[in-house]
Every structure is written in C-alpha cells, then in structure tokens.
C-alpha cells in the first residue's frame, strides 16, 4: 500500500499534477506556501488594476501623444502568464491613440538564451507574434549607456527599449535566490541590460547579515537606480499561485507598486518550514529551468545528523541556457558562475528528472553525492535502502519559489 503525494509539473508544456507514490509507513509532511491556493484574478480584477494604478495615471492617460511603445516582459524560464493581462494593456494603448505598428515587444531575458516563436507564442499567446514585433533582447550588441548608479555601475541598456517613448514592464514577485524577490527593477538590470552591467551588479559586495534583506542587499538597490535611469512608465507585476496563475496584481509607478506588491508577497510566499527531516523533496515548477533555485529551501530541513534531498525538475527544455553564469564547457568557467554548494549534513542529493540533462547538474557544486535518476520508483528504491520502512519525510511543492522568509 503506497501513500500518493501530488505536485505540479510542465508550467509552459500542458500544465498538470504528478503523482508520486511513497510507501505508507512513511510520515510525509507536506508544506505548500500560504498562498498556493488563491484563485487567479479575473477579468474585473485586472481592469481595476489597470485603471487604478498605484501612484501613477491610467494607461490611457499616460501614453497620450507617445508615438513608440516597448513592452518588456520576463522570459520563458519565468512563470509569468503575460497573455493573461496583455489584452488589456493593448486596450488601453489604443484608447490612447498608439496604432499596433508602434508597439513592439522584448523579451526581458538578461543573460538567458534567447527566445524563439514557440516561446513567444507561450508566454504573450498565440496571436500576438503575427500582429505586433517581438524581439529578443541581446546583451551583447546594440546597448546604449543611460548613466551610471551610486554603486559605480555602469548602466546600458537595449537601444530599442531606450529609443522608445514610452515604456511599460511586465513581470512577477517571487522570492529570488540573491536579489531577495523578483520583479521591481530586475526588469530592467538584468533584464534588458549588457552583460557588462549584469556582470558589475551581480558581483556587488554584499554583508552576509543583509543577503536576505531587501532593504539592505546593494544588489536589488542597484537594480532600482539602474531603472530610474531607465525611466521605465508603467509596472505591471503579480504575485503566483501553485500553478502559477497570477493572484494579485500591482500596477503603476515602479517603486510604489513594487513596494505594495513586495509587502504582500512575504506574506503570500510565507512557508512554515519543516525541521529535523531524514528526506525532503523539493520538487520546481515556477522556475523549473532553475532548479537549483529550490535547494535553499529544502536543505534547512534536513536533520542535522544527515539526510537524503530529492529534487524534482520535469523541464524539456533542460537546464536555462545563462551566459554569464552557466556551465559552458568540462573545463572551462563562464564569468560568473553560479554553483550551489552541498552542505556537510546532504548525505545524498538526488535530482529526479524525466528528461534526461546532465550539464544541467552545473548549477550545482560537483560531488558524488549527486545522483540523477529518471524513474520514479529507482528514487523510491534508493531512499528505502538508506531509510527503509520509518522515514520522516518533508515535501515542498513549490520549493523554487519558497524562500521566504529566512531563518
């Protein structure tokens, strides 16, 4: 007799519950966020949003006698459903008097891989590619210096974005690995940023104590001068949910919106963390290309005497593609490479995957203590061996977007 637990999977492929069996004399402690229920907003919700927006005039007002638009919006390895809101962001464009032929699309992607039409079809939906252009932002051309930020960096951003006359953002709040929550001025640095810019704002000094606060961590500081410099009109940013469908809705200034949107969100995203576990599995979904992302909070959960991590990260896309940070090669090192570093009390740290990537493992730091395994019931298998038939076992659902707060 197994006991069945159910977690989301394939957020940009058909998204869908799977179902994972575990046996029945295990104690399984599931641990969603607080919000992971809320329903998506509606209709209604969005419109109010948009003609009420937070320290800021209506669309329609603000983009009156603009003659060129850019839409930014995250990429794919972001779980922002952006052709939820789009119908209406183009209502209120054309109540403005901007005709379609002005208005152009890039995908905020930093130092990601660039998008294709699949890609772009997913996250702004199926007609908007034949309509209106939609670009890639590249970081290493045809970038324009805007200014330099109090912490010396040097800021250039894309030169169609920064030759447009009106500007307007469109992304998500979800706690974030180093810049504490996404959303606010990410969309600008790294987002439509040069990889020089990225790469100085990225390796900012940081006090360990102020890692976690997003008052104090220069990085996401620097990112907020980076887009005042931007001038950047409108915001549109939300939080998730467990399928990540957006539940709340901020839209205006950048600051002010964010600063509301970011004040929910330590409440939305709060997770009572478990403790003293023999397993956890920390399964990824919102940013299942980033996996490693939800290794921060599975390891505090663990036992201190030792304990076995299972994440689980379904992406058939594989790994994201980062130019500044991922693994290019056996040997070599890209500029900065980012390499999640195993705790001592990680007996084992077990990577199930259904599509197979192993240069996807580059995220995190080489041991062989890493296993990845392709069936369900090897895991399975293996946990029994080590456990057997009495196991303390925490689940995280959500696991890459469930960092808040620290402890």
């Known amino acids: 007799m197994a006991k069945v637990i159910k977690v989301p999977q394939l957020s940009w492929y058909g998204p869908r519950e799977l179902e994972l069996p575990l046996p029945d004399s295990w104690n399984v402690d599931v641990r969603n966020f607080a919000g992971y229920n809320r329903p998506a907003v509606t209709d209604a919700q969005i419109r109010e949003a948009l003609e009420h927006p937070i320290g800021s005039r209506p669309i329609r007002e603000l983009a009156k006698g603009k003659k060129e638009v850019a ?41 990601h891989a660039a998008m294709d039409l699949e890609d772009f079809t997913k996250k ?13 932002h590249n970081p290493f051309y045809n970038c324009t210096y805007i200014g330099t930020t109090s912490r010396g960096t ?61 008052d104090k961590n220069p990085v996401p500081l620097d990112m907020f001068e980076a887009a005042d410099l931007a001038h950047l009109d409108v915001n549109i940013e939300g939080l998730i949910n467990l399928w990540g469908d957006t539940t709340n809705l901020y839209v205006g200034e950048l600051r002010q919106s964010h600063e509301v949107g970011v004040q929910a969100a330590k409440e939305h995203y709060f997770t009572q963390k478990a403790k003293n576990k023999d397993i956890v599995i920390a399964n990824a979904y919102a940013k299942v290309t980033e996996s490693a992302a939800g290794l921060g909070t599975a390891f505090p959960s663990l036992k201190k005497e030792g304990g076995d991590i299972v994440v689980i990260c379904n992406a058939p896309s594989g790994q994201c593609v980062h130019y500044l940070a991922g693994p290019w090669g056996k040997i070599i090192s890209p500029k900065a490479r980012i390499q999640i570093p195993i705790p001592p009390h990680v007996n084992r740290l077990i990577v199930f995957t259904e599509y197979p990537d192993l240069s996807g493992l580059g995220y995190i730091q080489p041991s062989p203590k890493v296993i990845m395994v392709h069936k369900w019931d090897d895991v399975v298998s293996l946990l029994q061996e080590t456990h057997g038939d009495n196991a303390d076992v925490a689940v995280y659902p959500n696991a890459d977007i469930q960092q808040w707060p620290r402890e």
């Open 71 to 111: 839409i930014i919006f995250d990429d794919i390895h972001r779980p922002t459903r952006v052709s939820r809101v789009l119908p209406f962001v183009l209502e209120e464009l054309a109540k403005a008097g901007i005709p379609d032929d002005n208005i152009r699309f890039i995908a905020a992607g930093g130092t």
């Open 124 to 136: 702004l939906g199926k007609s908007i590619p034949g309509k209106y252009r939609c670009y890639n």
């Open 154 to 214: 040097k800021v250039s951003v894309n030169s169609e974005f920064a030759e447009c006359d009106f500007r307007i953002g469109i992304g998500s709040i979800t706690p974030h690995l180093f810049a504490v929550f996404s959303g606010g001025g990410k969309i600008i640095l790294p987002g439509i940023s040069s990889i020089d810019t990225i790469f100085y704002n990225h390796g900012l000094p940081c006090d360990p104590a102020d890692k976690f606060n997003y």
